[in-house]
């Protein structure tokens, strides 16, 4: 739904820490697995549906938006 509605699918690295006693290793990780994008969606969801009572409520509440996109918002 999101990617026909012109959302980006941005796949940057993130970093992987591992300690083991004394030795800390920092790696870059490159690529998501399939429960992180899982995640990711289901954050994005209940950020949708939260907006969506608020609205429905007329509860205030802080906001945030990134430009571009075809979605018509009502």
Do not use: H
Request: proline share 5%.
């Amino acid at each position: 739904f999101r990617k026909r509605n012109g959302a980006k699918d941005v796949n940057l690295p993130f970093p992987l820490v591992t300690v083991r006693g004394k030795r800390v290793n920092v790696a870059l990780q490159s690529g998501r697995s399939q429960s992180r994008m899982l995640v990711e969606e289901m954050m994005i969801l209940g950020g949708e549906i939260a907006a969506e009572y608020a609205k429905k409520a007329a509860i205030p509440v802080p906001f945030r938006v990134q430009a571009g996109g075809s979605v018509v918002v009502r």
